[in-house]
């Protein structure tokens, strides 16, 4: 078996799917060769050759600073139970050099014990962001034909390479890295640089002559010298042109799970089928490497979200924030892979066909006809109306938009819209050891009056704060005279402040006014209040901040921040324009520099009886840790927008009430790793900008332990009965487990016939029958696991009954506890 990690590192996050204030700069692909020192890693126009032999890859995002440690194990067994033998991540250069000449390589930025696991597990690993550090570089513009952009670049590839040389991880060297990436997308930005050309031919050759011994690939980069060219997207089956040579094989180095989001989103999820059609697809099409962007999103703690990114991150992917494996998509995805190991010589070494039966019905096949190997994709390419295709004599229905896989060319083994895995849903249960203390303490944050940088107008806010915190004081101050204020009563004085992103909150004679914001797409913003003014001075304080670095696009050096105009409207004299007023600045908050979130400097400052709804204010108490294993998350529904450290370390930026145009909050769930957790006496901080009531936050207890399946009689059977000497069933089953150490403690619904509804809430039909809770208890309490027949019969149902579908759904909940059937999985007879 070979473990293959693919590491790439890159410049950019593509602007498809944002990760941080990060730059990164090459992919590289890991693999461990079983039984050799060494493993050389060619390719031609079928797939990559580990030591002369052709593979098919499956691969899932996972990056290393998006987790802690503690969890890498358990989400790299995970993948690889889902079938995956290939992990990619990102080599971030703002988390390995924040500041220049100066690495680090600890705790969750360990990138070396990262791919070192990979290699142990047998998967491959990606890696791919620009510090802050590199904006002030002189005369430099980043991802161009820019002599200093391209002096530093190539002083860290060379860097991270070496450092992977040393530990003897590339796959001339006995290790598991088997393909290096330079640059990513760039013809997304190509046109706006006149020197795009050479830059890409400079990447290129500067790549290939570190001479690491496995071959490079540029995605979306069509002339790219000595590099494989790959696809990014959703469908690259049908949108990928092919790689620019026949003897290059066909990749797909990003196939996006779902879609990014950032503060202000709906929901958005990708379907399990439609993922699962993708993929099926482009294999169907000579593809041989797909990776999941992203397999596992996790978390951007910290500082570390993009522009206007969540905190959580991609977390409809197979495995949530939290690692917990989202289903149906974790094992639909697990079951094709299956499928398509299953046709793997007549992918790798068949020769293929291609038969039209109409517009939308199509089957693709890979024959060798001297070993009998016969492999057919049935297609249907329609989204709307199913079909039946007629296939060697014989009628094969296929719903809409759909792929049956027939390893043998006679025996459906997968359908893309008939999904046999299990289904869950997510819980946030409350911990009772958690939430015991009621105690909350404040700091209310001052707002500075005297000190601070002067200047002629406000400063640029990136250029200030340099990364090292969101946070940037704007001061100035006034006089008025009885003549200058409105004579009527029904005017105002009205505050109108310009904004060049992303946020700011106002403050008026130290009276809070308000606050404002940009979007992701629209930084920019103006905000407008009715404020109280007084003869004689008058002060203005205003906080602006950012949401994450830029992330995307070209001259991502020369993007603005913070304040552009400020204005008094109604005054008798007119408007008054402090845009080009003396302005004081002061960067970052009083409590983040006494390091207040810490538990040995929170007494720098005085904290008192705690208040709710006070803008710019830290809150502080003590927890004790949830009991058990299951991830932990905090509900900060109660709050508005600011920032959360456990035990010292932030989780990241919270933003409750930027709702979405459903009128709901994009995201109002926070994980605290366990790894951040004591059992007791646990420090939270709480930094709020705008007002909350901190009272009303709880810790809870994440579970998936509400287990579903919903499986039709027309169903196939489970992918791993299917047998090349012929003799396989065609009867479907219904399978549900529970995670380790859990049994199923009791079915809440159970039916057959035509049940309709989504995990956690089906309802029956007009065919259902009492009988079929009492089958399915009997064949599944007290059990770890269980396997159901999909019939009739099995539940005493009348099969003639007018609207029946032949389905079975059931949903169950698993608990702790004592197995009174034994651990082996049993099926109802």
Partial sequence: MHTIVALRAMLVSSKAKPSQAFIAFFLIFLASIANSSKGEVTYDGRSLLIDGKRELFFSGSIHYPRSTPQMWHDLIAK?????????????????????????????????????KLVQSAGLYVTVRGLPYWLREVPDITFRTDNEPFKTHMERFVKMAVQKLKDEKLFASQGGPIVLAQIENEYNNIARAFPGSVDYIKWAAEMAVGLQVGVPWVMCKQNDAPGSINSCNGRNCGDTFMGPNSPTKPSLWTENWTAQYRVFGDPPSQRAAEDLAYSVARFFSKNGSLVNYYMYHGGTNFGRTGASFVMTRYYDEGPLDEYGLQKEPKWGHLRDLHAALKLCSKGLLGGTYSLQKFSPDLEARLYEIPENKVCVAFLTNTNTKFDGTLKFRGVDYFLPRHSISILPDCKTVVYNNQRINSQHNARTFDLSKDANNNKKWEMYQEPIPTAKGIKSQGPLELYNMTKDTTDYLWYTTSFLLDDKDMPFRHDIHPVIQVSCLGHV?????????????????????????????????GNRIAILGLTVGMPDSGPYLEHRVAGLHTVTIQGLNAGTLDLSQSMWKHQVGLTGEKLGIFQEEKMNGVKWVEATSDIPITWYKKYFDGPSGNDPVSLDMSSMGKGLVWINGQCIGRYWVNYLSPLGTPSQSMYHIPRAFLKPQNNLMVVLEEQGGKPEDIKITVVKRDNICTLVSQNYPPPVDSWSSSGENSNKPEAHLKCREKMVIRSIVFASFGNPSGICGNFTVGNCHSPNVKNVVEQACLGKPSCVLPVSAAAYSVDASCPGSTGTLAVHAKCARGGQRHGHAAAKAQ
């Fill in 79 to 115: 993948a690889k139970e889902g079938g995956l033998n290939m992990i990619e991540t990102y080599v971030f250069w703002n988390a390995h050099e924040p500041v220049y000449g100066q690495f680090n390589y600890e705790g969750n930025c360990d990138l070396i014990k990262f791919i």
């Fill in 504 to 536: 700011i909150h106002t403050f008026v004679n130290g009276e809070y006014m308000g606050s404002a914001h940009g979007t992701k797409i629209e930084k920019s913003f103006v905000f407008k209040k009715q404020i109280s003014l007084r003869p004689g």
